[in-house]
């Protein structure tokens, strides 16, 4: 069975300080990890993807994100936060290219201006 | 890049009506679309999988017979919520894969918000 957890439902960073959200995942096979964003009433969009590549993966916008396997973490991270990226931000695991996605409970990232 | 379109974007009905929700891939063809719904501040949760040609697959818990999904070509899946009631009310959100590209990730629409009065 695979599982997500988002250590933090809510996240508040100054305009220009690193913004770091949080997810450890649980999974029985080897996983495919992602995190996606979502605007108020939108759909979601893809930030960036593991799927057993290299484990620093550079997303859209300026985000990142590394596959820690020891620690079973995949935390999204970026360098300085800008207003546009305030948002609620899921990550996602699939297992063993099993098309079923089990998302986390998300983190919402408020940006102070 | 590869686009899911839904629609209605919004959408208010009476307790007792039926309402139908497109999922369209745009650019794209798919064998498979996903159907989740969001309630508020909460996260997605997979309710079926859409296949074409063929029956669609439940999450445990999903009344397929509130919940009619039918995906009859490879670019068009429809979910009808029949009989809709007030606790019906959530954000619907479709997702579907690109098949003839390679490792394609999901693609999302837009959701329909859905307010049974």
């Known amino acids: 069975a695979q599982s997500v957890t988002q250590l933090d439902s809510h996240v508040s960073v100054s305009e220009g300080t690193p913004v770091l959200l949080r997810c450890n995942y649980s999974s029985s096979y080897s996983p495919s990890l992602f995190w996606y964003v979502q605007h108020p009433n939108k759909g979601l969009q893809l930030l960036l993807k593991?799927?057993?590549?290299?484990?620093l993966v550079k997303g859209i916008n300026g985000f990142e994100a590394e596959f820690k396997k020891s620690e079973t973490s995949f935390h999204l991270t970026k360098p300085s936060a800008h207003m546009s990226d305030a948002a609620e931000y899921f990550c996602v695991v699939s297992e063993g290219g099993n098309e079923k996605l089990t998302f986390g409970t998300g983190t919402r990232l408020t940006i102070i201006p | 890049g590869a686009v899911v379109s839904q629609h209605p974007s919004r959408v208010i009905c009476k307790s007792g009506t039926s309402v139908k929700i497109e999922c369209r891939s745009l650019d794209f063809q798919a064998t498979t679309m996903f159907w989740y719904r969001q309630f508020p501040k909460q996260s997605l949760m997979l309710m079926a999988t859409?296949?074409?040609?063929?029956?669609?697959?439940?999450e445990q818990g999903v009344e397929k017979d509130k919940f009619l999904i039918n995906h009859a070509s490879l670019t068009l899946s429809t979910l009808t919520v029949t009989s809709a009631h007030p606790e019906d009310s959530s954000f619907y959100i479709c997702s579907a894969r690109d098949q003839g590209t390679r490792n394609s990730p999901l693609h999302f629409g837009n959701g329909t918000r859905l307010t049974v009065t």
């Open positions: 859409s296949n074409e040609g063929s029956k669609a697959t439940y």
């Open positions: 593991y799927t057993s590549a290299a484990t």
